[in-house]
């Protein structure tokens, strides 16, 4: 064989064996990696998840809560005000750059964000802002119906591939993701991957919560819990006190809250509440699997001991 032929055939056998080795790394690259949402796991192993409300919005506060071990927070934009740059504060706070140098991309308290848009109102663009964000769960107060419930997962996820199997209900998310995937720390493609609705999309990073929160949402609670891709129920009490037209501590109340818990045991679709530390064993025997537990405003234990402790000092002591 003539010696430029050979030459020919050897670049383009080194030109086959660089591209299957691009084409390689390319696949090993897609392997999936390790989760980055620590509530999907606790979840997924059956163990119950605590979080708080947190309504002051700033930065100090997502970094103080960050480092508290709690499993989620609730950042409340519903009954505080309205202020997406306050929340990326907030959100930009919760990074801890020690413990992302120790434990990787996996976030210890999960940011979840109550949006102010009522279900009713299905307001797409408050979703999209705060995702835009980073947040890693959603929690939309005042849903109804179904169609309600299905349309907030709409709007929080992108469009599928054609052909994906849970392409359905259709995604709605405008795609303009470049800071959430900064946020989460994965590239764009990757971020586009996974930021989609758990256990619909088992390999998803998102979680949607319905607050169940007025006599019509109890009524349709089953058809609420069966529309794919709500990842939770999360009762108001107050709320559904104020709607049945009783008080909070009525047994009307309980009554609604024992079949809300009937639907969620039946449909296996995580329940959750906010009480006092006096009824977690309580709720955690009914089936709640994730009850916030206070919120970010007071004094904490340590505080209010030593407080007591200085005040009931006397100089004999
Ligand atoms: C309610 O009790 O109505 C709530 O929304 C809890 O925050
Ligand atoms: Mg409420």
Known sequence: MKPFLVRCRLIFFLF???SASIVFRTVMAEEPIPRINRYIELMESGKPAFGIF???????TGASVSSSGLDFVIIDLEHSPYDVTRLEAYLLGMLNKAEIAKNGLKTRTVPFVRVPAAGREQLQFVIKQVLDLGAMGLVVPHVDTAEEARAMVQASRFPQLKEAPDYEPAGKRGIGYGWAARYWGLSGSEYARRADLWPHDSQGELVLWIMIETADAVTNCRA?????GIGGLFIGPSDLAFSLGVPLNDPAVDEAIDQVVAVA????VPL????SGKDVPKRLSQGFRFLAVGSDGG???SVQEAVKTGRSWKASD
Do not use: H, M, Q
Request: aromatic residues 0%.
């Open 54 to 60: 947190s309504s002051n919005v700033s930065s100090r």
């Open 299 to 301: 004094l904490s234990g």
């Open 265 to 268: 045991k039946e449909t296996g």
């Open 272 to 275: 959750g509440t906010l009480c």
């Open 224 to 228: 609420i819990a069966e529309t794919p």
């Open 16 to 18: 086959v064996l660089t």
